[in-house]
């Protein structure tokens, strides 16, 4: 029986990029995954042409110039500036918060200081008060007529809580901008890969065996015999058969649609901040490259509540979760001959230019 240097569990990101790095060190490695292909979340399949994100919209945002290269050593990466627009009821605004959202919600709005004045005496119902949930940091940030409009109902759809019992670092990531820039990252690189993200991963395990539609967890004991290390990508508590009790997580639904026009909503990302429907964002893919062909593909973005039969797309990173997953983390150190990387097995709400970070390092560290 053939021994790998590497069994890899997952051929998302942090597996891709780990198998690479082991390939290159002359590790002989095999990479299974569940699904019927890699990729992961970042997935995207062609349909009429246009690269479709199969698991909710990927732009690739990131400060690490490291991370940057090493992505762009694969392929080569467009323009692509993310600058969704929300949408509630028939008002329609640009995100993140930035001049262009203040001068349109307050009509006597025009210069920063006049914003920062208007924010400032919204936020004064704060008292001073340090944000101790998602409400507080949002009025903190925004002051409440923003809240309302582009954060409670998205948020609480999204995450299906009120806002009053949801960490406030949730939001923490969203720019709030004095100036006219519609761009929802403040990082130095950005960028969607030509070709699309699959392209991406294709390249990176270029070289390398790659079973799909195998789950380690049908034959654990066969899968730990057939090499000397493991990198374990899925869920954390899975792994440990969920000893000491269950994650949680958030789950979507996607609805995709191929339409006979050109032009759907003239932006790659809307974000339906209101209640009056149940998605949060459309997509239309075409956007994120430019495309010009002549029909379009929208994906409406539902949040969904998870359970074992669903997947598990965001970690819920309150107080409870993280002590759970900390005792799990715990667990893990002594599984000497495993890696736990990725979102799921680290149980952290990673980007993808953290994941690709993180398997970086551990690549640099462990092998050896
Ligand atoms: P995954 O991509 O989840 O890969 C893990 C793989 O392991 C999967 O393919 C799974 O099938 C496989 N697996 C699990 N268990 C087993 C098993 N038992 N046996 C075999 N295989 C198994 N990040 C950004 O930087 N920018 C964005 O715009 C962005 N948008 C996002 C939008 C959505 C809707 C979501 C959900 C995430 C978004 N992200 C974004 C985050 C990004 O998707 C992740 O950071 C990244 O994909 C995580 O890579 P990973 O390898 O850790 O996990
Ligand atoms: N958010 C919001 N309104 C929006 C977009 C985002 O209130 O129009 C909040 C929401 O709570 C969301 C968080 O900001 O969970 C992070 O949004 P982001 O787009 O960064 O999340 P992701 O792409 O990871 O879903």
Redo the contacts with the bound molecule.
């Keep these: 029986m053939k021994k790998y240097d590497y069994l890899i569990?997952?051929?998302?990101?942090?597996?891709?990029t780990f198998a690479n790095k082991a390939k290159q060190a002359g590790k002989s490695v095999l990479v299974?995954?569940?699904?019927n292909h890699?990729?992961?979340?970042?997935y995207t399949e062609n349909i009429e042409g246009i690269n479709v994100h199969k698991?909710?919209?990927?732009?690739?945002?990131t400060d690490d110039k490291e991370v940057w290269n090493y992505v762009n050593s694969f392929v080569e990466f467009n323009r692509y500036t993310?600058s969704p627009i929300a949408r509630i009821g028939n008002e329609i605004y640009n995100m993140p918060f930035n001049m262009n959202t203040f001068s349109k919600i307050w009509p006597d709005v025009f210069t920063p200081e006049e914003a920062q004045k208007k924010i400032e005496k919204e936020k004064s119902e704060m008292d001073g008060k340090i944000p101790t949930n998602l409400e507080e940091q949002a009025i903190s940030l925004v002051g409440r007529t923003i809240y309302e409009k582009l954060i409670k109902g998205y948020t609480e759809k999204q995450w299906n809580r009120e806002c009053k019992e949801l960490p406030a670092f949730i939001i923490k990531r969203l720019p709030v901008r004095f100036t006219y820039d519609n761009n929802y990252f403040n990082d130095k690189y950005q960028g969607i890969p030509i070709g699309g993200y699959t392209k991406l991963v294709e390249k990176m395990l270029e070289g390398i065996e790659v079973r799909l539609n195998?789950?380690?967890?049908d034959n654990e004991n066969y899968y730990n015999s057939i090499a000397d290390k493991i990198v374990y990508?899925?869920?954390l508590d899975?792994y440990f058969k969920f000893s000491l009790g269950r994650l949680e997580y958030r789950s979507?639904k996607f609805e995709t649609k191929i339409m006979d026009i050109n032009n759907y909503q003239g932006n790659a990302v809307v974000n339906y901040t209101g209640r009056e429907v149940d998605y949060t964002r459309v997509i239309e893919h075409k956007h994120f490259e430019y495309g010009i062909q002549p029909k379009t593909v929208v994906t409406f973005?539902y949040p969904d509540d998870w359970n074992p039969s669903k997947e598990a797309?965001?970690t819920i990173n309150d107080e409870k979760n993280n002590n759970l997953a900390e005792k799990y983390r715990e667990l893990s150190l002594k599984e000497k001959n495993v890696i736990f990387?990725?979102?799921?097995?680290e149980y952290k709400y990673?980007?993808?230019?953290?994941?690709i970070k993180r398997a970086l390092e551990c690549a640099k560290k462990l092998i050896v």
Excluded: C, P, Q, S
């Design positions: 569990v997952g051929a998302g990101l942090f597996g891709a299974i995954d569940k699904r890699i990729a992961g979340n970042v698991y909710g919209a990927h732009i690739f945002h993310n195998e789950d380690y967890f990508t899925g869920m899975e979507l973005e797309y965001y990387g990725g979102r799921l097995a990673y980007d993808m230019d953290d994941v």
